[in-house]
């Protein structure tokens, strides 16, 4: 078993990061603050903001066979990239930068034009195209750390991230991605460079471009940090951590300075956007922490994500709300709940390829939430073979994510009467424990959210919650 380089620090900038030269400056002086504190880097960067989307967008348009649209979006990327490297660099480091662009944006011409005279765009070339935002974006980031004294060196990504050939959401292959960053990264930080490299890309062992999935960025990170051993694993993005609710509802919202794995993934599955927790997983389970943090605000401790959830006072970490649900009802008529009933509702669900968010039943009935859809009247008429269906819209789901309800007695009332001028539809207690969600309807999701947070986040443990960020708000009203 190798040993922790607890002097290694992995920082993975996403696309807002590094939306233009100007927030590139930025991430150039956030890796600058670390250097100087004696760590050692490693960066993993996203694409440029919303550039895999336009790829993808390419691609599409070249596969129907749309060419000058495809070219014309890539023109597009093209002057942007152009632009901001003129912004970021001058003199020799310019001077390499500008050919490297243009042949790369030459190469993923060539290839829309394949695409669009095929006329056919597979999983396999549709990952190719996609993996030009990550190939681009690193060059240009470790030509800007070279030209600040930060002795960038860019390493392709394909070179490193070894998976099996599942395009478009390829598994990683953790042994030979460690033997790779051994044999390519590390001396690269032995020498004090900053290897940069694209998050999202990687490559089947025969060397053909894969992709991790969508914002796979994080994911790519947490196999460097993990492959290496790091001493921690910085995300940046835009937002100062993981909140104890969405400050848009609740001015009085905290940052939480440390939660756990498992909560951080409940919340979010429930719509907290900050990142996928399962990508982060390789890094947990080797114990590195993660760091949650602002790009923006990089004075901002933001959150930490630790494997053991730290003991709190309060029972709750975090309140999650999402919108635009419906709820089906659906009353057995005809087969009462017999054998096979419930997989024949569920088939149905299955067929329109329809999520469930939660599920209740009592003996004649099942009452499920999904997010609302076009498919939902075609998906009420399969059922009404089977059953009486009712639908109702509008609703919202409340989820309550905290370990310590585990212990706690009577929490149930409390949330419940915290809110007991609201209609409660539907309540689950999830099989993880460590959650507590209900349906209510969607006008009074502020209303809700607001009680609740007033409730259990107003004596808040100042070890675990960030009691600074009220006082910043109070002040300013
Ligand atoms: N650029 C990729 C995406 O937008 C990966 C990432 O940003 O994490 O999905
Ligand atoms: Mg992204």
Redesign the pocket.
Same mark, same amino acid.
């Given at each position: 078993m190798s040993v922790a380089r607890e002097s290694l620090v992995v920082m993975k900038f &996403?696309?807002t990061s590094l939306e233009d030269a100007k927030a590139m400056e930025r991430t150039a002086a956030i890796v600058a603050s670390r250097r100087k504190k004696g760590l050692d880097a490693a960066v993993v960067v +996203?694409?440029m903001a919303k550039v895999?989307d336009q790829l993808l967008a390419a691609a599409a348009a070249a596969g129907r066979g749309d060419k000058a649209g495809a070219l014309a979006l890539s023109s597009r990327l093209r002057h942007r990239h152009i632009d901001t490297a003129t912004d970021l660099l001058t003199g020799e480091h310019a001077a390499g930068l500008h050919p490297a662009v243009h042949a790369e944006f030459d190469a993923l011409d060539d290839l829309l034009r394949g695409i669009a005279a095929v006329g056919e765009l597979t999983a396999r070339t549709n990952d190719l195209v996609v993996s030009f935002g990550e190939r681009l974006s690193s060059r240009m980031v470790a030509a800007a750390f070279a030209q600040r004294g930060l002795e960038g060196a860019h390493v392709d990504a394909r070179s490193c991230i070894v998976t099996d050939a599942n395009y478009g959401k390829a598994a990683p292959l953790e042994p030979a991605i460690e033997a790779k960053l051994r044999e390519i990264v590390l001396p690269l930080i032995e020498a004090k460079k900053t290897a940069v490299m694209g998050g999202f890309i990687g490559a089947t062992t025969e060397g053909i471009t894969t992709t991790l999935g969508r &914002?796979g +960025?994080d994911y790519t990170a947490a196999l460097v940090g993990g492959g290496l051993h790091a001493g921690a694993i910085e995300i940046w993005t835009d937002v100062n951590g993981i909140m104890t609710t969405d400050p848009r509802i609740c001015p009085d919202a905290l940052r939480v300075k440390t939660i756990s794995f498992e909560e951080a993934a409940e919340l979010a599955y429930f719509g907290a956007k900050v990142l996928h927790p399962a990508t982060i997983l390789p890094a947990v389970q080797k114990n590195i922490p993660v760091w949650v943090l602002n790009s923006r605000n990089a004075e901002n401790e933001g959150t930490q994500i630790t494997a053991v959830a730290p003991r709190c006072k309060s029972p709750f970490k975090s309140i999650a709300a999402k919108k635009k649900l419906t709820i089906i009802d659906i009353v057995a008529s005809r087969m009462l709940m017999s054998h096979g009933y419930m997989k024949a509702v569920f088939d149905v669900f299955d067929k329109y390829k329809c999520v469930i968010d939660m599920v209740s039943t009592s003996e004649v009935s099942i009452s499920l939430s999904v997010d609302s859809n076009q498919r939902l009247p075609e998906i009420c008429e399969d059922l009404s073979k089977i059953a009486d269906v009712k639908m109702e819209g509008n609703k919202a789901l409340i989820c309550m994510v905290g370990e310590d309800i585990r212990g706690h007695n009577g929490i149930a009332g409390q949330v419940f009467s915290a809110i007991s001028h609201v209609n409660v539809r539907m309540i689950s207690q999830g099989a993880s424990e460590i959650n507590m969600s209900f349906m209510i309807e969607e006008e009074d999701v502020e209303e809700a959210v607001r009680s609740l947070h007033k409730h259990f986040f107003a004596d808040p443990d100042e070890a675990i919650f960030d009691v600074e960020a009220r006082v910043q708000v109070e002040s300013k009203a």
């Amino acid at each position: 078993m190798s040993v922790a380089r607890e002097s290694l620090v992995v920082m993975k900038f &996403g696309g807002t990061s590094l939306e233009d030269a100007k927030a590139m400056e930025r991430t150039a002086a956030i890796v600058a603050s670390r250097r100087k504190k004696g760590l050692d880097a490693a960066v993993v960067v +996203s694409a440029m903001a919303k550039v895999t989307d336009q790829l993808l967008a390419a691609a599409a348009a070249a596969g129907r066979g749309d060419k000058a649209g495809a070219l014309a979006l890539s023109s597009r990327l093209r002057h942007r990239h152009i632009d901001t490297a003129t912004d970021l660099l001058t003199g020799e480091h310019a001077a390499g930068l500008h050919p490297a662009v243009h042949a790369e944006f030459d190469a993923l011409d060539d290839l829309l034009r394949g695409i669009a005279a095929v006329g056919e765009l597979t999983a396999r070339t549709n990952d190719l195209v996609v993996s030009f935002g990550e190939r681009l974006s690193s060059r240009m980031v470790a030509a800007a750390f070279a030209q600040r004294g930060l002795e960038g060196a860019h390493v392709d990504a394909r070179s490193c991230i070894v998976t099996d050939a599942n395009y478009g959401k390829a598994a990683p292959l953790e042994p030979a991605i460690e033997a790779k960053l051994r044999e390519i990264v590390l001396p690269l930080i032995e020498a004090k460079k900053t290897a940069v490299m694209g998050g999202f890309i990687g490559a089947t062992t025969e060397g053909i471009t894969t992709t991790l999935g969508r &914002g796979g +960025s994080d994911y790519t990170a947490a196999l460097v940090g993990g492959g290496l051993h790091a001493g921690a694993i910085e995300i940046w993005t835009d937002v100062n951590g993981i909140m104890t609710t969405d400050p848009r509802i609740c001015p009085d919202a905290l940052r939480v300075k440390t939660i756990s794995f498992e909560e951080a993934a409940e919340l979010a599955y429930f719509g907290a956007k900050v990142l996928h927790p399962a990508t982060i997983l390789p890094a947990v389970q080797k114990n590195i922490p993660v760091w949650v943090l602002n790009s923006r605000n990089a004075e901002n401790e933001g959150t930490q994500i630790t494997a053991v959830a730290p003991r709190c006072k309060s029972p709750f970490k975090s309140i999650a709300a999402k919108k635009k649900l419906t709820i089906i009802d659906i009353v057995a008529s005809r087969m009462l709940m017999s054998h096979g009933y419930m997989k024949a509702v569920f088939d149905v669900f299955d067929k329109y390829k329809c999520v469930i968010d939660m599920v209740s039943t009592s003996e004649v009935s099942i009452s499920l939430s999904v997010d609302s859809n076009q498919r939902l009247p075609e998906i009420c008429e399969d059922l009404s073979k089977i059953a009486d269906v009712k639908m109702e819209g509008n609703k919202a789901l409340i989820c309550m994510v905290g370990e310590d309800i585990r212990g706690h007695n009577g929490i149930a009332g409390q949330v419940f009467s915290a809110i007991s001028h609201v209609n409660v539809r539907m309540i689950s207690q999830g099989a993880s424990e460590i959650n507590m969600s209900f349906m209510i309807e969607e006008e009074d999701v502020e209303e809700a959210v607001r009680s609740l947070h007033k409730h259990f986040f107003a004596d808040p443990d100042e070890a675990i919650f960030d009691v600074e960020a009220r006082v910043q708000v109070e002040s300013k009203a």
